[in-house]
């Protein structure tokens, strides 16, 4: 009997046409966490060698961290086939709806959706931008786009398709065959419907914030703070204050 008279000998498929699946909760957080230890380390040695100059920068060396992160979102692209250094430990890979990896603009585009809320947070707006129309739009991106992210990636379950996936029409999967990706179901709509009544409620904070600030408390912090501020050796300060809710 012949190799190919035995059945038996033919049921194994190349591995390149193993079955598709998008990559799972687990996989996505390892890859994550791993990715995010190696940009840490990298962020450690930069301070160490130009530590002073960041924090002269008064907040804005956030903006540095940024386009570092952008660079490393390069990776997600056709460039190294998909793979962060966590993805390819964990044989995941960032593709498009046919299977292919994705152009360097593309991967740009994912990595700005989902850098931008996490660089928001703690950036140095002053307060006449966070409570005019901008301070709308930094907080829907900053808090609405932060639950979208974490939100979409928990609980759209059968894809793991979180904001940036699905602006940059992206899906990250465990194995790609000729065949391309699984056929991937239209999101639900109540996501959409949460994600959205989120962001609504994020376009009203710098609202109830302006509101706060004009409590003789807050104000009087924020001219401490401005105060502090203004000193000559000061690069960037902080004033915060624990509330008795109980009134004791």
């Known amino acids: 009997m012949t190799e190919g008279d035995n059945p038996d000998l033919d049921t194994a498929a190349p591995a390149e046409n193993a079955a598709p699946a998008f990559a799972g909760f687990w996989r996505r957080l390892g890859a994550f966490l791993i990715d995010g230890l190696a940009l840490g380390l990298f962020g450690l040695l930069l301070g160490l060698a130009i530590g002073d100059v960041l924090a002269g920068m008064g907040g804005y060396e956030r ?70 129309f901008f301070g709308v739009v930094i907080s829907v991106l900053l808090f609405g786009g932060m639950f979208a992210i974490v939100y979409l990636f928990v609980f759209n379950r059968k894809s793991r398709r979180s904001l940036h996936d699905l602006v940059a029409g992206t899906c990250v999967v465990r194995s790609v065959p000729a065949g391309g990706v699984p056929p991937v179901a239209p999101i639900w709509r109540g996501h959409l419907v949460v994600v959205g009544l989120v962001a609504l409620l994020s376009a009203a904070a710098p609202f109830f914030g302006q509101k706060l600030a004009g409590t003789p408390t807050f104000e009087a912090l924020l001219k401490a703070n401005d105060a502090l501020s203004a000193q000559p050796d000061v690069v960037r300060s902080f004033i915060s204050t624990n509330i008795d809710l109980d009134g004791a």
């Open 63 to 132: 903006f540095v961290g940024f386009a570092i992160a952008l660079a490393f979102g390069l990776l997600n692209s056709r460039l190294t086939g998909g793979r962060t250094p966590g993805k390819y430990l964990l044989g995941i890979r960032v593709a498009d709806l046919s299977g292919d990896p994705i152009s360097i603009p593309r991967a740009l585009l994912r990595q700005t959706v989902f850098s931008v809320p996490f660089f928001l947070n703690g950036a140095p707006f002053d307060e006449q931008t966070l409570f005019s």
